[in-house]
């Protein structure tokens, strides 16, 4: 990270209930570095530390932060009490739980009653919130506008490119 990245505020805060749900947010974490966007990584549990998760939801418009990301699996309260807590735009990633494949965290995370919203990805979708907390970003960041359009671009080219190589060399010599 330059020094200059270093000193800038956070725009984006990635957050999750436990360090178990650190391989589910790195996608998110990635892309935003990726994007030079500079995010701050929390650990804040709604149910092990409720205090601190009050105190950095309450917080974090002041602090100049515009989106946040939370992930948490299993009763999965981490986005909607954040998202009770702040009129910032939040996303929540349902994490892949053990007994029930995350469908428990989705269920959670999903079902906010109306007024306080929460805009949930997939099961597993840390990718997908990052590149969802660009995009929101880049309404008002033309520069960040240009690198999505761009990353999209580089996700069709590929998909082009696999199909060119699938046809050539039929699909029983094809691996992927
Ligand atoms: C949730 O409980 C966390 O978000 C995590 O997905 C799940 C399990 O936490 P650990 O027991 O692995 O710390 O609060």
């Not at 701050?40 to 515009?66: C, N, Q, W, Y």
């Not at 997908?128 to 660009?134: I, M, T, Y």
């Not at 929101?136 to 996700?155: G, M, V």
Request: avoid cysteine; glycine fraction near 8%.
């Amino acid at each position: 990270m330059s020094s200059a990245n270093a000193e800038q505020t956070s725009l984006v805060a990635v957050v999750m209930g436990s360090d178990s749900d650190l391989p589910t947010l790195q996608p998110a974490i990635q892309i935003l570095e990726d994007f030079q966007i500079k995010a701050e990584v929390r650990i804040l549990s709604a149910h092990r530390t409720p205090l601190e998760m009050i105190d950095f939801a309450e917080k974090a418009t002041s602090k100049g932060l515009k989106v946040i990301i939370a992930g948490a699996g299993g009763a999965a309260h981490l986005p909607g009490m954040i998202a009770s807590l702040t009129t910032l735009p939040v996303i929540g990633v349902p994490v892949k739980s053990k007994s029930l494949s995350g469908v428990d965290s989705l269920h959670s995370i999903v079902q906010m009653p109306a007024g306080i919203p929460v805009a949930t990805v997939a099961i597993g979708g840390g990718l997908n919130a990052g590149l969802l907390a660009a995009e929101i970003l880049a309404i008002f960041d033309k520069n960040l506008s240009q690198k999505i359009s761009q990353y999209r671009q580089d996700l069709h080219d590929n998909v082009v490119k696999k199909d060119k190589r699938l046809r050539e060399i039929e699909s029983k010599n094809y691996d992927s």
